[in-house]
């Protein structure tokens, strides 16, 4: 089970997580939702009901990460040549303003969505009872492994934002693991591999 999640009845999962392996999970889902930001709670006086229905930015996030995890929702900058970006000047600026609209009525569910996520991992990581080795047996429900499926796709993708792995890079691991360790990149390249492998473990238990 080390390293690897394994089936649990209720359609669960366990995996066996030393302390350091627990320690570096929670740091970096507390790095997520820092990075995500607070919820917008309803301020004194104000309306509940009206706070729901707030809308969100129509701009994307100017930090990298953050615009790779609320990417446009019709095109934009990295949208491939000839497809959903194309169609001259008129054309862009349609999808951009129909991209400040989706924006606009969705970002802020979203940004819930991924930090109710986060919260997830940070809760059942802070619930374990580690053995005298410091490690620890992590078991999830159904629900809590679709939170951690989610954040550690979150987290990969931040991470392969800070680092410039492309969609492209990421089908061509190997590169990566050859880095030598003076290169400053190697702990950060690794806790994404390693991510990765516990990612691709949760959705092969998952599967019926």
């Known amino acids: 089970m080390a390293g690897h999640f394994e089936a649990t009845p209720g359609g669960g999962a366990a995996v066996a997580l030393d302390e350091v392996e627990i320690s570096i999970l929670r740091s970096l889902a ?35 990460a953050l615009a790779r995890l609320f990417p446009d929702a019709y095109g934009g900058p990295e949208a491939p040549e000839g497809g959903a970006g194309a169609g001259g000047p008129e054309g862009e600026q349609e999808l951009r303003e129909r991209s400040a609209e ?4 969705t970002e802020m569910d979203l940004r819930t969505g991924k930090r109710d996520d986060a919260l997830a991992v940070v809760r059942t990581l802070d619930a374990l009872s580690p053995a005298q080795d410091g490690g620890a047996v992590l078991t999830l429900t159904g629900d809590e492994c679709l939170s951690w ?8 993708l931040t991470i392969g934002t800070r680092l410039e792995v492309s969609d492209e890079d ?19 390249v690794m806790a ?12 092969e238990t998952l599967m019926p």
């Open 30 to 64: 507390v790095q997520l939702l820092e990075l995500i930001g607070p919820g917008d709670a309803p301020a004194d006086g104000e309306d509940p009901l009206a706070a729901l229905f707030a809308e969100g930015p129509s701009k994307p996030p100017t930090d990298p």
């Open 102 to 105: 989706f924006r606009r009525f």
């Open 192 to 203: 994404y591999l390693w991510l990765g492998a516990l990612q691709e473990s949760l959705v």
């Open 170 to 188: 990421q089908g061509e691991e190997g590169s990566l693991y050859r880095l030598p360790d003076s290169d400053p990149r190697k702990p950060m």
């Open 149 to 156: 499926l989610r954040s550690l796709n979150d987290l990969r």
